[in-house]
């Protein structure tokens, strides 16, 4: 803001020395015009003295119209006229010269709408800088710090409601942001919080089997039981104990796995047509330019019930694993029914994973034998799945005469 007012303070120094050079200049050009006519007086006055006045041509003269002699007559009409004139005494008689004055007049016209065509130039510069100023720079300054308080965590940082139509949207786009960012922190700390008290209470409840194995294990090394069937109880028992531990360790693990992303849905109802017209729109020229056809199949629109967004989001994920993993050549979506269900299908040619391993596909970070150096984290499909759960819907993947195909189910309205 303040190298803005640098600038505003500049701009009107250059409009104030524009002013004064142009009326300076304007000025000197109507001095100048108003002595020719003084000019012109003393060069008749010379000619006459030399050669008379039947000498003098007045088209030679552009201010000059009239030389009238004192011919001694009438000497009040003589200084009595409506033009302008200066008196000369010329060879001991006196002339009236009379002349135009009229371009003076023009000269003071022209300044005057010169002024006021630079006076409506500069109101209208300066109307534009403080438009700029007050509707552009002083709302984008009271968001200069946001950013900057968000990155270091704060989120409760206050953004005042701005309806100005070039940073409202911006604003509130930003304060969406800001809220959206405590949410998921607030999330994290309730699950971090649930997830602690979860492993705590496990590890509580592990310290009792383990125990019992202690003492067991310790009974049969000293040998407190010497009847076979009393040793075989025992054995037993601690496969039990063993067991129990087991499931409380599969209890851990799946804690430490599940709902580590936060993923909201939006359940709303929307037509089948809204989601492949978006679909295509954003793979069409794509998947031209790499040289892959993109092929969309026959479908009867229907209203679904689901996330459109997250729908369009989840059809992503699985083109953009076809276009990784496919052989490059045909890219498909095609559509089915089942009941009362809606089933959206891609498929792709080329499949080089392993049967056995399709089973894990849409395990988090499970990546298959055939990634090979593609980059990606083994997430992609894990997050189609939580979304289409949390859209009460389904996903599913199989192999079918080398082509890979992927379907997601949604249940109609």
């Known amino acids: 803001m303040k190298s803005f007012n640098r600038i505003f303070a500049a701009v009107i120094l250059v409009i ?15 001095d100048d015009s108003g002595r020719q006519y003084r000019v012109e007086a003393n060069r008749i006055a010379n000619e006459i003295g030399e050669n008379g006045i039947d000498s003098i041509d007045l088209s030679e003269y552009s201010t000059i119209t009239a030389i009238v002699p004192l011919d001694g007559s009438d000497e ?11 008196i000369r005494e010329i060879s001991g008689e006196l ?3 009379e002349y135009n004055a009229k371009q003076n007049i023009i000269n003071r016209n022209t300044i005057l709408m010169i002024n006021i065509f630079l006076g409506v ?3 209208l510069v300066i109307g534009f800088m403080l438009f700029i100023r007050y509707r552009i720079l002083k709302p984008f300054n009271t968001l200069r710090e946001v950013p900057y308080e968000l990155s270091k965590g704060n989120l409760t940082v206050p953004i005042k409601e701005n309806k100005n139509k070039f940073f409202g949207r911006f604003v509130w786009g930003i304060d969406l942001l ?8 607030k999330h994290e700390l309730e699950l971090q919080k649930e997830k602690k008290t979860l492993l705590l209470s496990l590890s509580h409840d592990i ?20 009847d076979k069937n009393k040793q075989l ?4 028992s601690i496969n039990n104990k063993a067991d129990e531990i087991e499931s409380f ?3 851990i693990i799946k804690a430490s796995n599940e709902d580590f992303l936060y993923l909201e849905v939006n359940m709303d109802e929307f037509y089948l047509s809204q989601a492949v017209r978006e679909i295509s729109e954003y793979y069409k020229e794509k998947l031209y330019l790499i040289g892959i056809d993109f092929i969309i199949g026959e479908y009867s629109d229907c209203i679904l019930k689901g996330d459109l967004n997250r729908l369009v989001e989840v059809i992503q994920n699985i083109t953009e694993n076809a276009v990784k993993y496919g052989d490059g050549h045909i890219i498909s979506l095609e559509f089915s029914e089942e009941e009362d269900c809606k089933l959206i299908t891609v498929k792709n040619g080329g499949c080089t994973l392993p049967e056995t391993e399709l089973p894990h596909i849409f395990d988090s970070f499970w990546r298959g034998s055939n990634a090979g150096s593609c980059e990606g984290s083994g997430l992609g499909l894990y997050i189609c799945r939580q979304l289409m759960h949390k859209m009460d819907g389904e996903i599913f993947a199989e192999i079918r005469n080398g082509s890979m195909l992927v379907t997601v189910v949604l249940h109609k309205c």
Do not use: H, W
């Open 207 to 226: 310290k009792t089997p383990l125990s019992a194995i202690k003492l067991y294990s310790k009974a049969l090394s000293k040998n407190l039981y010497p």
């Open 121 to 123: 130039i500069s109101l």
């Open 178 to 185: 800001r809220e959206k960012l405590e949410q998921s922190k």
């Open 16 to 30: 104030i020395l524009l002013f004064v050079l142009c009326n300076y200049c304007m000025r000197q050009v109507s």
């Open 249 to 251: 360790v599969s209890e």
């Open 76 to 86: 009040k009409a003589f200084f009595e006229t409506e033009s302008d004139y200066v």
């Open 233 to 236: 109880e025992i054995a037993e």
């Open 95 to 97: 002339y009236r010269i």
